[in-house]
């Protein structure tokens, strides 16, 4: 696709599961991010890959987040025994090299747990 | 500490006038800069970027003015329309990261 995708649109999890948010990035764009968004609140930055570098997970709120992405392109963020306080918007988005060029968002996942 | 922060957290213009969103950062080594517009619902939209070099950079009905002496960035909106209405924030690049502050939200009546 044109731009960066992110599945599901929409997630309701009862506290205590897992879940796992999907980033397809655009094609060729080396680097990728997650970002979370609190109702009426900026961007929290989460976790960067950037090639084949290790990621920088500096953001990352606990152990219950982790981030992988493979071949270079598909990520996967999961949050493991989810509470309430990680309902949010994630955002993911990419850009060509870094963040020394514009990066491109998706549209978000919207994670409610109840 | 530094941040990005933004000097208005709400907006309002009429409708064919221009907008002046601010927004100041506290790290002078931040060499890159975004303009994002976030309608309800949707991603942050990338409108216009600046690098530490320029003090101006214009696009379709927006510029963005970077005084790196005070720290300070603005985003300008020509002649706004309805569809201008949304939070917009600043991004600043510093090292692997995007900083963004808490946004301004834009209202334009018509």
């Known amino acids: 696709g044109a731009g960066v995708s992110q599945s599901p649109s929409n997630k309701v999890t009862e506290k205590g599961k897992d879940v796992e948010l999907r980033c397809d990035p655009i094609?060729?764009?080396?680097?990728l991010y997650w970002y979370r968004q609190s109702l009426g609140q900026g961007l929290e930055f989460l976790i960067y890959f950037q090639g084949n570098s290790a990621p920088d997970k500096s953001g990352l709120p606990s152990d219950r987040f982790s981030a992988e992405r493979t071949g270079g392109s598909v990520s996967t963020l999961t949050i493991q025994r989810t509470q309430q306080e990680d309902s949010a918007v994630y955002l993911c988005?990419?850009?060509?090299?870094?963040?020394?060029?514009?990066?491109?968002f998706g549209q978000g996942t919207r994670l409610t747990v109840v | 500490g530094e941040s990005v922060g933004l000097h208005l957290p709400t907006l309002s213009v009429q409708e064919g006038d221009n907008s002046i969103i601010n927004c100041a950062y506290s790290?002078?080594?931040?060499?890159?800069f975004i303009w994002y517009k976030q309608e309800s619902g949707k991603g942050p939209q990338f409108i216009i970027d600046i690098r530490s070099n320029m003090d101006k950079r214009q696009g379709q009905r927006v510029t963005v003015l970077l005084n790196k002496t005070v720290k300070h960035l603005s985003l300008q909106i020509a002649a706004t329309q309805p569809g201008d209405s949304a939070v917009y924030f600043c991004?600043?690049?510093?090292?692997?990261?995007?900083?963004f502050g808490t946004g301004t939200s834009l209202t334009v009546i018509p």
């Open positions: 094609s060729g764009h080396t680097a």
């Open positions: 991004a600043e690049s510093r090292g692997n990261q995007f900083y």
């Open positions: 988005a990419s850009s060509l090299l870094g963040s020394k060029t514009e990066a491109f």
């Open positions: 790290n002078s080594a931040s060499d890159y």
